[in-house]
């Protein structure tokens, strides 16, 4: 498995380059290419995690599966085999980390899930004891679980940080029933997969997904519950009351922080070859309790 930075494919069409994903439009269809990128505080940094865009994909495919009984997703195959013969001619780059997707109008809200208080909702509720519009319970802890999944949308930036927004806010911006429908497909897919997790001894402590909508009905896009797009915990480490280890980027978003006199302005700094070792680790173990058994 080669590292591969950033991909090119001359003969098809470059749809974008996201921070870690380069997309491809092939008319009704795209091909979705997961990169060995790593982004933090919305940067993407010089370094590259190796086997990164392989969990990603292998990760996501997997979750799609489980989780199609909950709500359609974009996901076509993961074999090339099965990709557009222009493609196939770049097979040796794109053999497992590319999704072929259908084509959806995506919805530009980030549907955010929290089942514990982390991050920037422990930040919010720090402040005023609500996060994103939902009033929680006082004196939580750091790391606490909460009574109950929360739905908080985030605007979508193209560049720049997402941006926590109450829900009326998403109903606002793209309907009430929309909005509706997709808490509920949102709060259903994560606690199907916080309760598989959980008996596999990961705690998945908030994720993010996406949505599009295809001949009228929703459909879930992008990637599903990967370490880029979600807070997994140890359960046999965690304690409420303080910050938790982690098996996703969080890792990294530490060392950018207590290690490095980083201002958080491009251009953003390599990581140490130990953090980048660590992080692949941690990528690895994840897909490998989650699916039960190591990537090949």
Known sequence: ?????ET????????GRGKVRDIYDLGGRLLIVASDRISA???????????????LTALSEFWFGHTKGIVRNHLVSTQVDDFPSAAQEHAATLEGRTMLVHKAERVDVECVVRGYLSGSAWRE?????????V????????????????FTPATKAASG?????PIEWMMELVGASVTENLKAASVALYRAAADYAFARGIIIADT???FGYLDGAPMLIDEALTPDSSRFWPLDDYEPGRGQASFDKQYV?????????????SPAPPLSDEVIRGTSQRYLETFKRLVGKPLV
């Open 1 to 5: 498995m080669g590292i591969v930075f």
């Open 8 to 15: 090119n494919c001359p003969n098809l069409k470059l749809m």
């Open 41 to 55: 505080f919305d940067y993407v940094l010089p370094s590259t995690i190796p086997h990164k865009g392989h969990v």
């Open 125 to 133: 509720y720090r402040q005023s004891g609500i996060v994103c519009g």
């Open 135 to 150: 009033k929680l319970p006082s004196s939580l802890r750091e790391s606490d679980k909460l009574p109950e999944p929360i």
């Open 161 to 165: 940080h997402d941006e926590n927004i």
């Open 208 to 210: 993010k997904f996406e």
């Open 253 to 265: 978003r530490d060392y950018l922080e207590s290690s490095l006199s980083w201002n958080k302005q």
